[in-house]
Antibody, heavy 122, light 107 residues
Framework: QVQLVESGGGVVQPGRSLRLSCAAS????????MQWVRQAPGKGLEWVAV????????FYSDSVKGRFIISRDNSKNTLYLQMYSLRVEDTTVYYC???????????????WGQGTLVTVSS | DIQMTQSPSSLSASVGDKVTITCQAS??????LSWYQKKPGKAPKLLIF???NLETGVPLRFSGSGSGTDFTFTINSLEPEDIATYYC?????????FGPGTKVDFK
């Protein structure tokens, strides 16, 4: 059974950094691309970033490009999102998600974590 | 970047009603479109992928259709547990943009 558990959220001041983690289990983590999706309070889903199964391919949304870095440690079955220069508008719930099909980067998101809340406030 | 639009932004329906939501992409996305259900405080749930394929375990009252740039999501007979916001997403080209969502509630 696929399980994705995010952690690392919390309250942080504007301009500071934060790293989110997503612990994966129940599937061969090193075979699947992974993504981050976020949802601000009262807003819609916003796609953030994707990383290929082997970490060699990464893409970002324009809103986080140059500030966030997606990475993974396949030996630890863990996905990361390193966030720098945080802004008030980055205040959202961050979800990690597993793509539905192995190896590919572009695929629907078949499994999701429960999310972790990041609040950027002075 | 590919832009996704959805309509309507919200709708009210009764139990048993047929509900239809449309999603349009700003360019051809080769049917690489999925539909998700999102309830408050819950993780999104994949319902439809590749425009018309039902995800395993999803009730048959949900369906998707369309190709190219224009897609439709249908709930054949609305059930109380279907009250949620529904999003389309393209995964043809990154960034894998979502539509703005359609909130479905009871009339």
């Amino acid at each position: 059974q696929v399980q994705l558990v995010e952690s690392g959220g919390g309250v942080v001041q504007p301009g500071r950094s934060l790293r989110l983690s997503c612990a994966a289990s129940g599937f061969p983590f090193n075979n699947y691309g992974m993504q981050w999706v976020r949802q601000a309070p009262g807003k819609g889903l916003e796609w953030v970033a994707v990383i290929s199964h082997d970490g060699t391919t990464r893409f970002y949304s324009d809103s986080v490009k140059g500030r966030f870095i997606i990475s993974r440690d396949n030996s630890k079955n863990t996905l990361y999102l390193q966030m720098y220069s945080l802004r008030v508008e980055d205040t959202t719930v961050y979800y990690c998600a597993k793509v539905r099909a192995p190896v590919v980067v572009a695929a629907p998101l078949g499994s999701w974590g429960q999310g972790t809340l990041v609040t950027v406030s002075s | 970047d590919i832009q996704m639009t959805q309509s309507p932004s919200s709708l009210s329906a009764s139990v048993g009603d047929k509900v239809t939501i449309t999603c349009q992409a700003s360019q051809d996305i080769n049917d690489y479109l999925s539909w998700y259900q999102k309830k408050p405080g819950k993780a999104p749930k994949l319902l439809i992928f590749d425009a018309s394929n039902l995800e395993t375990g999803v009730p048959l009252r949900f369906s998707g259709s369309g190709s190219g740039t224009d897609f439709t999501f249908t709930i054949n007979s609305l059930e109380p547990e279907d009250i949620a916001t529904y999003y389309c997403q393209q995964y043809d080209n990154p960034p894998f943009t979502f539509g703005p969502g359609t909130k479905v509630d009871f009339k």
